[in-house]
């Protein structure tokens, strides 16, 4: 099967915005709106592999204290206790509560270092514009943006915890600085994963780049 | 500036496609990545409005009545959404309550509002003052809105507390779940579709395809 031709070679290119596919003349212009939406059109994200690469190394860095310092403080009848998210997830194994361990290790782990993990090779083959596995790492850019955002679960428990648990003496929950941490880890890859253009997967052959 | 809308430009790897009329529940993929290039609309515009005035109220319910109500030792204590952004406000994490609230509350609430501003126009044929803003505006909310993180953190949260305290759910909880599926149902899906919609009808300097 022969495949379709790429919008660079029939001189077009596509409004992110609103998909209308216009007429290239960046060449000339430098600089074009959309004629229906008013967006600006871009061949490609503009600086994506630094600007995706410089999200994901702060999301990176954010993620080290995201996990040693504690996301909330729990006391219970007088006597208190700093919470992180690794401990909360081990408490919720060793109490038998296996589903709900493996929600919270799923959301605040695996994502986030699956998010990393893919984010990094997908940057590293696109620097070196290798041709490998093209569709699959188009597939794994796509698993990416549709699982990142879930890894916000962790800080709306904290926030749902510490609205409801305001017993004065009896019991009382506080979020504490690691949750920021995670959130921020959350926010940061994904604006690596939006930063990142996927089509810089497919553009190894182009050799007029 | 000559535009083309009778093509389609895969936005995960730049193929570009004649553009097809789908049948009903039909997806039309790319060749080169699998990405999804367009989908048939399962709703008209009636339809669509309808559910997005569902949405509205669902959107009060779930924001006014408290999501989750417990007691521990004869007191009691309930929390609404924004009550849980507000707890997460006090403390040292406190500047994440911004994008919390930003992605639990405001992004759901200005994706209902744009869309009722656009729909009842776009039912006529026409676009409404400030469609092309609107509708940018839509798309870049897209990756930002979690009423479905949200739900599945109000779960969470509850499985964690009913160890120690007694949990009952609030109606917020409810309308929390029937704003999610709503919200997945209007927002999520391909906005786009809705200036081909109203082609017709735009003056302008258009050209024909």
């Given at each position: 099967m022969s495949l379709p031709p790429r919008a660079r070679q029939l001189g077009v290119v596509g409004c992110h915005a609103c998909g209308l596919v216009c007429e290239d003349k960046l060449d000339e212009t430098g600089h074009a709106d959309?004629?229906?939406?008013?967006a600006a059109l871009h061949r490609?994200?503009?600086d994506s592999l630094a600007r995706a690469g410089a999200f994901l190394l702060a999301g990176m860095i954010f993620y080290i204290p995201a996990n040693m310092l504690p996301v909330m403080y729990t006391s219970l009848l007088g006597s208190g206790s700093d919470n992180t998210i690794l401990r909360g997830v081990v408490e919720f194994w060793k109490a038998g509560s296996y589903g709900i361990a493996l929600v919270i290790f799923t959301a605040s782990v695996a994502v986030p270092c699956t998010k990393f993990l893919v984010l990094g090779l997908l940057l590293a083959t696109c620097r070196r514009r290798s041709r490998w596995a093209r569709r699959e790492r188009a597939r794994l850019y796509r698993l990416v943006e549709f699982v990142?955002?879930?890894?916000m679960l962790d800080v709306l428990v904290v926030a749902i915890v510490a609205a409801l648990v305001?017993?004065?003496?009896l019991s009382d929950i506080e979020p504490r600085l690691g949750i920021l941490f995670f959130g921020m880890v959350v926010i940061l890859t994904m604006l690596s994963a939006l930063s990142f253009d996927p089509r810089l997967i497919w553009d190894g052959d182009d050799t007029n780049r | 500036m000559k535009t083309f809308l009778n093509l389609v430009i895969?936005?995960?790897?730049?193929s570009v496609y004649r553009r097809g009329v789908p049948a009903p529940g039909e997806v039309a993929h790319c060749?080169?990545?699998?990405?999804?290039l367009y989908r048939a609309s399962r709703l008209d515009v009636e339809q669509w409005l309808a559910l997005t005035a569902a949405a509205v109220v669902a959107f009060m319910i779930a924001n006014i009545c408290p999501v989750v109500r417990i007691s521990l030792q004869g007191q009691h204590n309930e929390a609404a959404l924004w009550q849980s952004v507000a707890a997460l406000?006090?403390?040292?994490?406190?500047?994440i309550a911004v994008p919390m609230a930003l992605c639990v509350i405001l992004v759901p609430l200005m994706q209902i509002v744009l869309l009722v501003w656009v729909l009842p126009f776009a039912r006529v044929g026409r676009r409404a003052p400030g469609f092309a803003p609107a509708m940018r505006i839509l798309v870049a909310l897209r990756p930002w809105s979690m009423v479905e993180v949200g739900l599945l953190g109000i779960l969470v949260a509850t499985i964690k507390l009913s160890s120690f305290v007694e949990v009952a759910p609030g109606a917020g909880i409810w309308a929390t779940a029937a704003l999610t599926v709503l919200l997945i149902v209007i927002?999520?899906?391909?906005?786009?579709?809705l200036w081909a919609l109203t082609e017709r009808a735009a003056p302008g300097p258009m050209a024909p395809a």
């Amino acid at each position: 099967m022969s495949l379709p031709p790429r919008a660079r070679q029939l001189g077009v290119v596509g409004c992110h915005a609103c998909g209308l596919v216009c007429e290239d003349k960046l060449d000339e212009t430098g600089h074009a709106d959309c004629p229906r939406c008013g967006a600006a059109l871009h061949r490609r994200r503009p600086d994506s592999l630094a600007r995706a690469g410089a999200f994901l190394l702060a999301g990176m860095i954010f993620y080290i204290p995201a996990n040693m310092l504690p996301v909330m403080y729990t006391s219970l009848l007088g006597s208190g206790s700093d919470n992180t998210i690794l401990r909360g997830v081990v408490e919720f194994w060793k109490a038998g509560s296996y589903g709900i361990a493996l929600v919270i290790f799923t959301a605040s782990v695996a994502v986030p270092c699956t998010k990393f993990l893919v984010l990094g090779l997908l940057l590293a083959t696109c620097r070196r514009r290798s041709r490998w596995a093209r569709r699959e790492r188009a597939r794994l850019y796509r698993l990416v943006e549709f699982v990142g955002y879930w890894s916000m679960l962790d800080v709306l428990v904290v926030a749902i915890v510490a609205a409801l648990v305001k017993f004065q003496a009896l019991s009382d929950i506080e979020p504490r600085l690691g949750i920021l941490f995670f959130g921020m880890v959350v926010i940061l890859t994904m604006l690596s994963a939006l930063s990142f253009d996927p089509r810089l997967i497919w553009d190894g052959d182009d050799t007029n780049r | 500036m000559k535009t083309f809308l009778n093509l389609v430009i895969c936005e995960h790897c730049d193929s570009v496609y004649r553009r097809g009329v789908p049948a009903p529940g039909e997806v039309a993929h790319c060749a080169q990545c699998a990405a999804v290039l367009y989908r048939a609309s399962r709703l008209d515009v009636e339809q669509w409005l309808a559910l997005t005035a569902a949405a509205v109220v669902a959107f009060m319910i779930a924001n006014i009545c408290p999501v989750v109500r417990i007691s521990l030792q004869g007191q009691h204590n309930e929390a609404a959404l924004w009550q849980s952004v507000a707890a997460l406000a006090h403390g040292a994490a406190a500047p994440i309550a911004v994008p919390m609230a930003l992605c639990v509350i405001l992004v759901p609430l200005m994706q209902i509002v744009l869309l009722v501003w656009v729909l009842p126009f776009a039912r006529v044929g026409r676009r409404a003052p400030g469609f092309a803003p609107a509708m940018r505006i839509l798309v870049a909310l897209r990756p930002w809105s979690m009423v479905e993180v949200g739900l599945l953190g109000i779960l969470v949260a509850t499985i964690k507390l009913s160890s120690f305290v007694e949990v009952a759910p609030g109606a917020g909880i409810w309308a929390t779940a029937a704003l999610t599926v709503l919200l997945i149902v209007i927002a999520k899906r391909d906005v786009q579709g809705l200036w081909a919609l109203t082609e017709r009808a735009a003056p302008g300097p258009m050209a024909p395809a």
